[in-house]
């Protein structure tokens, strides 16, 4: 069971989230959220695990983080980032914090936030001492992450040399789609997560995301047909990453709340 403090499915504390008083803005609440946490905890047969942003007071996210864990919480998250810090390219996660958070804690603690590729879950890892990470935004884009693939626009983001193994984003899409149809999902998920994987290649060929924006009804045949006609127009956008990628599995992230 996911108690999660840091808003809607995005991550980031939407208005929704205000006007429902609920995500972040369970902040402002912290006697309910402990009444909550206690109640999951005493009657389910299941973990309780809870997802919170920081506050600015590094001694209030500390407070907030043994409050949890007295409550019954067997697993925190902790998005280094204050619930009015939305931009994660403007605003970059507080490791001080998460780490600080985790040395006060008994319980498991995992790190969200500034989570672009492997390099950064190394350094995330040894920087906080968490216990493992999350991502969302990034991994929206590249699936394929923890795999150990880049996007172009972090191939040599911390002095690793990354090569084309051959791995494109249309690649993931054609995964994804087979993955959904085994799965079923609803059709806005798959039409949000299909942007996201494929904004590179929309942004070359602008025409083709309008033509996908245009379909009030979708239909496997008509994405992979897109997929496509996308190949044909050229752009490849491929990920990049070392050595062998034989055997690779590609899909295998899991998102958290923003990167």
Not at 15 to 34: E, H, Q, S, T, W
Not at 42 to 71: G, W
Not at 163 to 182: R, T
Request: charged share 25%.
């Amino acid at each position: 069971m996911l108690i999660d403090g840091d808003g809607m499915g995005s991550g980031c504390p939407q208005r929704i989230a205000r006007r429902g008083n609920y995500g972040a803005f369970l902040m402002d609440n912290l006697p309910l959220v402990k009444s909550l946490v206690e109640k999951l905890s005493y009657n389910l047969h299941v973990p309780v695990s809870c997802k919170i942003r920081i506050f600015p007071c590094l001694q209030d996210t500390i407070a907030y983080a043994r409050m949890l864990e007295e409550a019954g919480c067997s697993l925190l998250a902790v998005h280094g980032r204050n619930r009015d810090e939305k931009d994660g390219k403007k605003f970059r996660a507080d490791w001080n914090a998460i780490k600080a958070v985790k040395d006060a804690l008994r319980i498991p603690v995992l790190a969200n936030g500034n989570i672009r590729h492997m390099g950064d879950v190394r350094s995330c890892l040894n920087h906080t001492g968490a216990d493992g990470v999350l991502s969302a935004e990034s991994l929206l884009e590249n699936p394929a992450l923890f795999s150990g693939f880049r996007t172009l626009e972090w191939r040599e983001d911390d002095g690793e040399s990354m090569n084309d193994l051959g791995l494109d984003q249309a690649e993931l899409v054609v995964e994804y789609l087979k993955l959904c149809e085994q799965y079923p999902v609803p059709w806005r998920m798959i039409r949000s997560h299909v942007h996201k994987m494929l904004g590179d290649s929309f942004a070359i060929h602008p025409e083709v995301r309008e033509e996908l924006n245009a379909q009030s009804k979708l239909t496997f045949e008509w994405l992979h047909d897109m997929v496509k006609r996308l190949r044909e127009l050229g752009g490849r956008i491929p990920l990049y990453g070392k050595g062998n990628a034989a055997g690779r599995t590609m899909v295998n992230g899991v998102a958290g709340c923003d990167s």
